[in-house]
């Protein structure tokens, strides 16, 4: 499994691009793409600041136990699919490959059978985008790792009230 | 560890594992109310009416950036019960960390144990060699009586060798020096597999 992920920039420029497609053509409210350990990977739309983090572990959470849920009925698609109704807004959430997820917020009053559809699309293109991450081998030219150790300890002390 | 160039972040997990009651949303919950307010997320926690959780406490600090990069972590701690082993091991997936919180008491051993053999076997499952994954222990619940002699604990679960903490999650005694250590070992950690190259 993976240990580390490095996403290049030109990577994430590609999955914004297929994120805002989706979001266009599916008239949807936010999308996160995150990881199967819940972090954030790329938002498309506007949430509050913290949010995105919230919604992509509590979306891993919900993939990996519906995953479970369908290993004991005999079920293992690993691009498996869910939604949740709500009165306002509902949210659809797809397996990536067992190793992301894709978590797409709409108003209710949108047609799932659109959603589902374009983030069926948006899924097919994203998977060949998700195979070229890299695990981490190489620093970038300007990281400083002693600076960076240095500046750990510092910020640790300020993170936390006395 | 996710590494995300575009937005110069560098996300860790770490995760609050242990035998049910040994005190390890206590902790998480004693982190967040210690952690500026300005640089955490909400504490989300999954848990039964009884308040015994049920799947993950969970919240988010961050920190100032550092060399052009801001680290983010990502905190969990796992349900203890038995009966939710199979929550445990979901919520190691990706971990970079781990605070084993034991319950001191004597009367809780065998749990200890238990709970220790469940974290080894749940990280081999998912992948991960052994001694891998950085690990402090945090003996917990020091201020009662009938408790373990630390070293004496320490033994009993195997853990020799690795860094070890006095606490009482309650109050929040030894919470923070403990996450301190573990955040400072993933750090290093995750600095030689950024620098190891390939060759
Ligand atoms: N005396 C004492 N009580 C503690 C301490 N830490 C936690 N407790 C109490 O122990 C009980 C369980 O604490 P939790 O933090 O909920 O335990 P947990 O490990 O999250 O339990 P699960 O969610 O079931 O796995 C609560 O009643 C706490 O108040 C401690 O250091 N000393
Ligand atoms: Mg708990």
Redesign the interface.
């Known amino acids: 499994m993976n240990q580390g992920l490095h996403i290049p920039e030109e990577l994430l420029d590609r999955i914004d691009h297929i994120l805002a497609h989706l979001a266009e053509k599916a008239h949807t409210d936010s999308i996160v793409l995150a990881d199967i350990s819940g972090q954030v990977i790329s938002i498309q739309g506007v949430m509050d600041e913290g949010t995105p983090a919230v919604v992509a572990a509590l979306a891993a959470g919900d993939v990996a136990a519906m995953s479970e849920l369908s290993n004991r009925i005999g079920e293992s698609d690993p691009h498996g699919s869910f939604f949740h109704e709500g009165e306002t807004k509902s949210i659809y959430l797809h397996n990536i490959a067992g190793s992301f997820i894709l978590i797409v917020i709409f108003r209710s009053e949108t047609p799932i059978g659109l959603v589902r559809l374009f983030a069926k699309r948006a899924v097919e293109q994203l998977l060949p985008v998700t195979e070229e991450f890299e695990e981490i081998v190489g620093p970038p030219a300007d990281y400083a790792p002693d600076d960076f150790r240095k500046g750990i300890t510092q910020e640790l002390d300020d993170t936390f009230t006395e | ?6 937005l110069r972040e560098i ?1 860790l ?1 770490i995760v609050y594992y242990g035998p049910s009651l040994s005190g390890k949303t206590s902790s998480l919950q004693y982190i967040h109310q ?3 307010p300005d ?1 955490r ?2 504490l ?1 926690s ?1 848990k039964t009416r009884e308040d015994r959780t049920l ?2 406490d ?1 919240m ?2 961050e ?2 950036e ?4 801001k ?2 972590f ?1 905190i ?1 701690t796992v349900p203890g019960q038995v009966y939710y082993r ?2 445990r091991k ?2 190691l ?3 970079d960390g781990i605070v084993f919180v034991a319950d001191s008491q004597i009367r809780r051993l065998n749990e200890n144990i238990a709970a220790i053999n469940d974290l080894f076997e749940d990280l081999e499952e ?3 060699k052994p001694d ?1 994954v950085p690990l402090i222990l945090q003996c917990n619940k020091r201020d009662l009586p009938e408790i373990m002699p630390v070293l004496a604990l320490k033994e009993s679960l195997g853990l020799n060798g690795v860094p070890t903490f006095e606490s009482v999650a309650v109050d929040g005694a030894g919470v ?1 020096d403990g996450l ?1 250590n573990i ?2 070992q993933v ?2 950690k ?2 030689g ?6 060759a």
Do not use: C, D
């Open positions: 560890m996710f590494i995300n160039w575009k996300n997990k210690r952690t500026r640089r997320g909400e989300i999954l799947y993950f969970y988010q600090f920190m100032g550092i060399s052009g990069l680290p983010r990502n969990y199979g929550t979901l919520v997936k990706g971990v998912l992948g991960f891998e923070l301190k955040i400072s750090v290093t995750a600095r597999k950024i620098y190891s190259s390939p």
